[in-house]
């Protein structure tokens, strides 16, 4: 057993919280980026709680709400550039995994010059700007590591920036912001949040402290995913915004595995949505690395409440996998790679992606997988 | 739900990670002090590891051995003038829970003028000198919270200091730095670990992120406690060394409750070993708390792996109590505080102490416990 443990941000959760945002950001600066969406955080009145809290506090502010989904490292050079210009000091992410990713890159590529693909090919930089992430989903985790996920436009790689300087300083988890999350996003979302916990759990890269945080958050999105998606209360959403954060916790420290890697190339060429794209591409990833690691997927099925009385533990491995497949369908989450738009003639180009950019996230995955298995989990994810 | 979690602290795990202090130690200052007992870290070849690696990393240092158990405030101010002479920018504690909460005081005592007792009661201070955590024992997991642990002379209140300042930036867990420890010392520390991770998974503060750690801890020690002590290997070693400092970690999220509260003026008044002091009030202090937190008490049942079938949760909350107890006998610890030359006359200052100075832990603990359950609880533990 060898591993580290570091996580810097102060992570803050519950209801309200998104009050005391303004006591935190005046501690880290004076004029303040705002990162966020187009229109979602001005819809819900989650941009208005956050600037009322600013302003009560002093802090002047500036939005820059051109975040995109499946952002280029060509849109967080224009942040950048945005953020040097108006002379900002601190950075707030408010929004999705896609919010967030984009604060912490706009952070990073203010204080660091030339292009960010640099950076995302190996160019070292240590500095960011100070970092506030509020997410209003649940499902990235992103307020709980130091991970941007962002597309090279000229690779069309899709993959995890990782930088000690993008850690947030403060991450603020309002569970209130969630509550106006329409269904199918919480859908989307909270499947990640449920594949984060996963992947991280059965990562090569895991060890009992990160497994005890991601068994806890499946724990969590199983008993309550459901009930945030059709009948909304307090509690459900709740338990999803803590098992999402708990999830990102685990995701920065233990790695996510080839799931997560397969996905990514549907996002760049195809801009499926990260957890949809997820969700068809699961049970043939689970029936690839089910030989290697059936002893903690028959734990995942203790934590989903699935019956195993006498059953073995390989047996309540493949329960487990039922399980996860038929809470996708009861989601109403894609059920094949081909509602994106996949047809069978761009399987290689999608495996050829994986095996070039997410090399990370392959080694991780228990059973060394080879390029015909990325080739027969997408076929059989048609 | 409503909780903070914050850990600063870059955690290091592994066999052989003292070897790489040095690195870490020159990102952070040039002229360590290194805080540590009379004589065990010499014994043992273990301050031998820490200096070398600094050698080789170009760090001048200076030695403070001058550690006591259970530190008097007073003792604190001695090494922070100590630090302040030698004009070190840096600290670093070795050894077990009095090590590196000394060290820790000492980092704080040598920025702030004034004695640590005035600290203690309330004065603030927000600066310290960087300090790098190395614990030789498996239990008090101070590597991974901002509390020290001291007595203040003048009042016999032995407390935790808590400051953000005191957050180690890097701890290094090696559990080979730990194989040496006798077997008395493996027993009276893997029992204070294993009550850290119980007090803060019933604490009134916990949440989920810290349960789930508290768990895994209590798990990983029961499976391990007794080889640790009565066959040492590599993989009971690691086991306890990891569950310490994940009980560490909760415990500085959490808190722990009034069984610890209740330990502290054995140590001050009758110089009490912390963990041998812990044992003997335990079963008492588990019936107190057992009407409010029978279900989490059958949740312990689970990781103990103890047989709760056809049980109702009271039922298996008692057979937990029974398994501590049972563990605290075969582990050799102390089964009445008398051991420790506690008479009946003793009991009513020993309570006083406990609700003059131990509010906060009593307020952590479930049942809201009176003046009168304090002094019993003393008296069953006769």
Redesign the interface.
Known sequence: ???????????????G?ISEVGLHAKELGRRALIVTGKSSAKKTGNLEKLVRSLGENGIEWILFDKVKYNPFTTDIDEGGAFAKENKVDLVIGLGGGTAMDTAKGIAFAALNDGPMADYMEGKSGEKALPIILIPTTAGTGSEANNIAVMTNPYTMAKKGFRNPSIFARVSIVDPELMDSMPPKITASTGIDAFFHALESYISLRS???T???S??AME?ISESIKKAIYEPDKESR?KMA?AS??AG?SLGQAGVCALHAMEHPLSSYFNAHHGEGLAPLAEAFLNFVKPYVFEKLAKVAEVMKIDTANLSKEQAAEKTIDAIVGMIKDLGLPESISTFGVKKEDIQKLASNVKDYMAHNLSATPGNLTFEDILKIYEESM
Chains 1, 2 share one sequence.
Request: charged share 25%.
């Open positions: 057993m060898d591993f580290g443990f570091y996580l810097p941000t102060k992570i803050l959760f519950g209801r919280k060890n009992p402290l497994e005890s945080i068994l806890k969590l709740d803590l954060t708990m916790i």
